[in-house]
């Protein structure tokens, strides 16, 4: 019996021993989580943010910064609030230069007033405000999907029947204008209007700074445009590739002939060096980097928006061609510089 006795004993001793042991060891195990946790942060260079981020500006930049922060606020930073605005460009440099907005989006390169805006708001431009440029859009040329017949034309017919007083004095331009055996109906013209920078770049660049069409119906919301021209045979209209891309069940996109043969606008044709360079431009979103070090959601956003999962991956998703890979780098080293 002394025997047994001793034996049981001895087997609760090694019992209380072995659930001691193994409860640290799941300690040592829940110590050695956590402590992975916390170098996985440290490696990933994260934190758990809060607050918001106020974006505005152009409408063509517009699907491309909403889908970056919707993934920022899904996959990184749950706890922050992305606000993005599509005003347009010239609307939205006007709330940036007075620091209401931390990203101008703008798919056309600041003005000179405007950085004096800036300045006379108390900031420097060169060193408070960072370009960021976040991909290559195409200039598309719309028109309805019953339109068999301008489905291509040369860059000098684009220019000259958006160019007032080319054809006819009061601007009422015929198909027939361009080409003699096309329809002889009445053109309608459409875009985006003067607060947007697609309508400075038409105007501006393509058109050279001359008067375009004073029949042209200018419209402040892209989706507007859209409709009209898949409501109307005769229309004709120009706005960024993104909303193309998204409506080519109600439109179609004119082929451009720049010298080599008709080129339609892709992901794979938009580039500064590629077959569309004729209508290409880039596309920019500017950050204040004073409230970027003022507001950390705001840092994390910004190095986000250039990262991997940022515009080179988003870009082609939304209707763009991402920059270069070096662009995009060097623009992490700047901002990882500030740190």
Same mark, same amino acid.
């Given at each position: 019996?002394?025997? @047994? @006795?001793?034996? @049981?004993? !001895?087997?609760?001793l090694?019992f209380? %021993?072995?659930?001691?042991?193994?409860?640290?060891?799941n +300690?040592?195990? &829940?110590?050695?989580? !956590?402590?992975n946790? =916390?170098? +996985?942060?440290?490696?990933?260079?994260?934190?758990?943010?809060?607050g918001?981020? %106020?974006?505005?500006?152009?409408?063509t930049?517009?699907?491309?910064? $909403?889908h970056?922060?919707?993934?920022?606020?899904?996959?990184?930073?749950?706890?922050?609030s992305?606000?993005?605005?599509?005003?347009?460009?010239?609307?939205?440099?006007e709330?940036?230069?007075?620091? =209401?907005?931390?990203?101008?989006?703008a798919?056309r390169?600041i003005?000179?007033?405007?950085?004096?805006?800036? !300045?006379?708001?108390?900031?420097?431009?060169?060193?408070?405000?960072?370009?960021?440029? @976040?991909?290559?859009?195409?200039?598309?040329?719309?028109? +309805?999907? +019953?339109?068999?017949?301008?489905?291509?034309?040369?860059?000098?017919?684009i220019?000259?029947?958006?160019?007032?007083g080319?054809y006819?004095?009061?601007?009422?331009?015929?198909?027939? &204008?361009?080409?003699?055996?096309?329809?002889?109906?009445?053109?309608?013209?459409?875009?985006?209007?003067?607060?947007?920078?697609?309508?400075?770049?038409?105007?501006?660049?393509?058109? &050279?700074?001359?008067?375009?069409?004073t029949?042209?119906?200018?419209?402040?919301?892209?989706?507007?445009?859209?409709?009209?021209?898949?409501?109307?045979?005769?229309?004709? $209209?120009?706005?960024?590739?993104?909303?193309?891309?998204?409506?080519?069940?109600? %439109?179609q $996109?004119v082929?451009?002939?720049?010298?080599?043969?008709?080129?339609?606008?892709?992901?794979?044709?938009?580039g500064?060096?590629?077959?569309? !360079?004729?209508?290409?431009?880039p596309?920019?979103?500017?950050?204040?980097?004073?409230?970027?070090k003022?507001?950390?959601?705001?840092?994390?956003?910004?190095?986000?928006?250039?990262? =991997?999962?940022?515009?080179?991956?988003? $870009?082609?998703?939304n209707?763009?061609?991402?920059?270069?890979?070096?662009?995009?780098?060097?623009?992490?080293?700047?901002?990882?510089g500030l740190?």
């Amino acid at each position: 019996m002394r025997k @047994l @006795l001793m034996i @049981l004993l !001895a087997m609760a001793l090694v019992f209380s %021993i072995t659930a001691c042991g193994g409860e640290d060891s799941n +300690n040592d195990s &829940d110590n050695g989580e !956590a402590t992975n946790n =916390e170098s +996985n942060d440290e490696g990933n260079g994260s934190e758990e943010l809060s607050g918001t981020v %106020i974006v505005d500006g152009s409408g063509t930049v517009y699907p491309l910064m $909403a889908h970056i922060s919707e993934a920022y606020m899904t996959d990184e930073q749950p706890d922050v609030s992305v606000q993005v605005g599509r005003a347009g460009t010239s609307a939205g440099f006007e709330k940036f230069v007075t620091g =209401e907005t931390d990203f101008a989006n703008a798919s056309r390169p600041i003005k000179d007033e405007e950085i004096e805006a800036l !300045a006379d708001n108390g900031f420097d431009y060169e060193e408070e405000i960072l370009e960021l440029k @976040l991909a290559y859009d195409g200039l598309t040329m719309a028109i +309805n999907s +019953n339109n068999d017949w301008a489905t291509e034309m040369t860059e000098e017919e684009i220019v000259s029947m958006y160019l007032s007083g080319e054809y006819r004095d009061d601007d009422k331009v015929l198909w027939s &204008d361009i080409r003699s055996e096309w329809p002889e109906e009445e053109i309608n013209f459409y875009g985006p209007n003067e607060n947007h920078g697609t309508y400075e770049f038409f105007v501006e660049d393509i058109l &050279d700074e001359q008067q375009i069409v004073t029949t042209a119906q200018l419209e402040q919301e892209y989706s507007t445009l859209v409709d009209l021209v898949a409501n109307d045979e005769n229309a004709i $209209a120009f706005f960024g590739f993104g909303y193309y891309v998204n409506n080519q069940d109600k %439109i179609q $996109a004119v082929s451009v002939d720049f010298g080599d043969g008709p080129v339609k606008p892709a992901v794979e044709t938009i580039g500064e060096d590629l077959d569309y !360079a004729g209508f290409t431009r880039p596309i920019f979103t500017y950050l204040n980097l004073t409230h970027a070090k003022e507001k950390p959601q705001l840092f994390d956003f910004a190095k986000f928006v250039i990262s =991997e999962d940022g515009a080179k991956a988003l $870009a082609g998703e939304n209707g763009f061609a991402p920059m270069p890979d070096d662009v995009y780098n060097d623009y992490m080293e700047t901002l990882e510089g500030l740190q």
